[in-house]
């Protein structure tokens, strides 16, 4: 089983940029896919995009097309999702869960959550 | 405004079974599995079901069932464990991406 561990909690400017890692250990890196999903306080949960670790290939919510990038490394098992020209309302806890196809298998396991503040 | 439709909330007793449910329509939930999400206290969510499959180390009273468009996660015998917020989750083929309930706050009395 693979876990997922996030990078530490934000805080940024308005217009910024910020990139959220999620490393993974354990089974073969590059048999998964990852998904971002992200939680605004009090609210459900929101996809951001999934984007394969054996390849590389994306694809993001049409919500956050042109705004995030989704990265994967397989030298260090770790995936990254950045977003740009952040808003107040982008702040929210930031997941990412393994995902071995977009359409199909489940989010299992989770990161711990990546908390990011926007605030000027 | 969420793609599926769950309710807001749903409570029972201790050893009463429940029902969620989860409302979609023929371009996701009546074409994907389903998958289930247990949050408990804003934490880290965590798979429930998938489909009609039953993550290891979920208690068997965990069940899941789907009809058409709508998809049911059942809790036998609630233990006060369960209370959490729950979120079903699928494909959606039109838009091209996974799509979340807006959850349903399960309350164990």
Known sequence: QVQLVQSGAEVKKPGASVKVSCKASGNSFTLYGISW???APGQGLEWMGWISTDNGNTNYAQKFQG???????SSTTTTSMELRTLRSDDTAVYFCAAKDSPASAPLDPWGQGTLVVVSS | QSA??????????VGQKVTLSCSGNSKN???YAV???QQISHGVPKSVMFG??????????FS???????????????QPEDEADYYCSTWDYSLNAQVFGGG???TVL
């Not at chain 1, 705004?67 to 490394?73: A, E, G, K, S, W």
């Not at chain 2, 009609?52 to 068997?60: E, K, M, R, V």
């Not at chain 2, 899941?64 to 609630?78: H, N, V």
Request: glycine share 12%; hydrophobic share 30%; no cysteine.
């Open chain 2, 4 to 13: 599926l439709t769950q309710e807001a909330s749903v409570s029972g007793t």
């Open chain 1, 37 to 39: 999903v992200r939680q």
């Open chain 2, 35 to 37: 998958g289930w999400y």
């Open chain 2, 64 to 78: 899941a069932s789907k009809s058409g468009t709508t998809a049911s996660l059942t809790i036998s015998g609630l």
């Open chain 2, 52 to 61: 009609n499959s039953l993550p290891s180390g979920i208690p068997d009273r």
């Open chain 2, 104 to 106: 349903t706050k399960l």
């Open chain 1, 67 to 73: 705004r995030v990038t989704m990265t994967t490394d």
């Open chain 2, 29 to 31: 939930i009546g074409s």
